[in-house]
């Protein structure tokens, strides 16, 4: 059947027995919430947990391309608590074996003491008895006579190191003649060391092996050939020939030799020292030093005054 015009869909009337009823609603779980964040956090945790090996095999790997041994832990690790315990031993080692052999030199000092005191009241306890046995062999053994003998010698060392410290106190001093007497020893004030005179007589040996090399020459130069004979002479009788500076300076060592009756050689070798430095000491003036010596005395001496007070 045909219709004509505006047509509206109508909608079929269904009945609710015909609808499908809809699923039951699931009970919430107390803790379902939470069970979803921590599945969120464990793969936050996860990815930062790779981002950080990357970071830490990349940093590795720089480290080692610099340094190949940079993680040989166990190799190094006993050597670096080798080193750090080592100046504590040793510090302690020195401490000890200061302390103890002063303890031991002590000790020692006052058992001879006692052990010469102890023999020295013997020796009074059988003076009073000698005439008892004056008339029995008297008997010592060669350790009794050895043991004398040490301690003899320990009472002269000591005589003599208690006379050495009295005349180094400063205290009992009134002028400054030991200052000035050990005044050449002091290095700051020109004194030479073992090195610096060692050096000082090798110049000097070499210098003689010079001066002997050069006193050969002149002897094989005065031994001339007939040629150059004739030439020094024919020079002589032109008198154009003028004597070296060397052997005028040889022939008067030579004269003041044979006037002293002492070696030529010794004298020339006095006339060099004498043309050198004559006042200088190691690059200062012999005036600056003692000057600097007298003032540095008096301040040691003034020092020592005041102590003494």
Known sequence: MQRYGLQLRTKTATSSSSRAPPPPARPLAAFADDGDDDVEADILRQ???????????????????????????????????????????????VRESKYIAILKEKAEQRKREQDIIYEKKLHKERSKE???????????????RKKLEDERKWLEEEKRRQLQEEKEDVTKKKDLSDFYFGLHKNVAFGAQTHD?????????????????????FDAEASNLS?????????????GNVEEPATTQSRDSAAARSTEKNTDPEKELWREREQKGNRYEVRGTNARQVFL??????????????????
């Open 130 to 144: 000698d005439h008892l046995y004056a008339d029995k062999d008297k008997f010592v053994t060669s350790a009794y």
């Open 47 to 93: 990815s930062y947990k790779k981002r950080s090996l990357q970071k830490v095999e990349e940093q590795q790997k720089k480290a080692l391309e610099e340094d190949p041994s940079v993680f040989a832990y166990d190799e190094v690790y006993d050597d670096m608590k080798e080193k750090a315990a080592r100046p504590k031993m040793q510090d302690k080692i």
């Open 196 to 216: 610096d005179t060692n050096h000082a007589k090798a110049e000097k040996s070499e210098r003689k092996t010079q001066d002997t090399k050069t006193s050969n």
């Open 292 to 309: 600097q010596a007298k003032a540095y005395a008096l301040i040691c001496w003034k020092m020592g005054k005041s102590l003494a007070q």
């Open 226 to 238: 007939p040629k150059r004979k004739r030439d020094s002479s024919a020079g002589a009788e032109g």
